[in-house]
């Protein structure tokens, strides 16, 4: 069974940076990994994702998010800069089964595993 922890999340003023990490207990490579976030009473937003050497980001954080992974770590990153209000949410890592890619993650921006979130509160 998949089992993700991410850390980082965090309170920032606007324009500061967080770096989010996912540890997993799985090989990550060759497998879809990403990070959505909600906010009570919003929609699920898929923010960003990466299988092998593509990469894939919401329009609302290109320019600003990085997601990157360290395979030998098994661990997923998610870097942040010039955080805005509205970045503000409950940030998941997610992952799909094994050599299965992101189609779709856009539409279905959680994957069968995610972990427990980590809050990036975002103030003006």
């Known amino acids: 069974q998949v089992q993700l922890t991410e850390s980082g999340g965090g309170s920032v003023q606007a324009g500061g940076s967080l770096r989010l990490s996912c540890l997993a207990n799985v090989y990550i490579d060759s497998r879809c990994m990403g990070w959505f976030r909600q906010d009570p009473g919003k929609e699920r937003e898929g923010v960003a994702y990466?299988?092998?050497?593509?990469?894939y980001y919401a329009d609302s954080v290109k320019g600003r998010f990085t997601i990157s992974r360290d395979n030998a770590k098994n661990t997923l990153y998610l870097q942040m800069i010039g955080l805005k209000p509205e970045d503000t949410a409950m940030y998941y890592c997610?992952?799909?089964?094994?050599?299965?890619?992101?189609?779709?993650?856009?539409?279905?921006?959680?994957?069968?595993?995610r972990g427990q979130g980590t809050q990036v509160t975002v103030s003006s």
């Open positions: 997610t992952a799909a089964p094994w050599q299965r890619d992101c189609a779709g993650w856009e539409r279905s921006p959680l994957l069968p595993s």
């Open positions: 990466i299988y092998t050497g593509h990469t």
